[in-house]
């Protein structure tokens, strides 16, 4: 038995916890999104020599099923609450059509 990861678990969450946003891509015509926006997610990285790196950037997780094609580097994602725009840096794909968009400062 499979489990519709998007109707059981993704939409839901977008539903409670996600904001309006922009999408921009480098081709094609913006489109609006849901996504769970987090201004200073922390990602930290253990070293096997003792010197562990915490680095706080924008983050916005995503439902792969409001996007016509995925999400690429360069495209760009305006945040409907505050304005500001952001770039994709890293897309992160999951295996259950959802994505973890790591995101650079551009205006706003």
């Known amino acids: 038995m499979s489990i519709d ?4 678990v993704i939409a839901p969450c ?4 996600g904001e309006a946003a922009t999408y921009l891509p480098r081709v094609g015509a913006p489109f ?8 200073a997610y922390k990602e930290i990285a253990l070293s096997e020599y003792g010197t562990d790196v915490a680095t ?4 916005i997780g995503v439902n792969l099923a409001d996007f016509p094609s995925p999400p690429l580097q360069g495209d760009q994602i305006t945040i409907a609450a505050t304005g500001k725009t952001y770039a ?9 059509g959802g994505a973890f968009l ?3 400062y551009v205006s706003g």
């Open 88 to 96: 994709v840096r890293a897309p992160r794909p999951d295996s259950h």
């Open 102 to 104: 790591i995101l650079n």
């Open 14 to 17: 977008m539903g409670v916890f």
């Open 32 to 39: 609006a999104i849901t996504g769970v926006f987090d201004n």
């Open 5 to 8: 990861w998007n109707a059981l």
């Open 56 to 59: 706080l950037y924008p983050a």
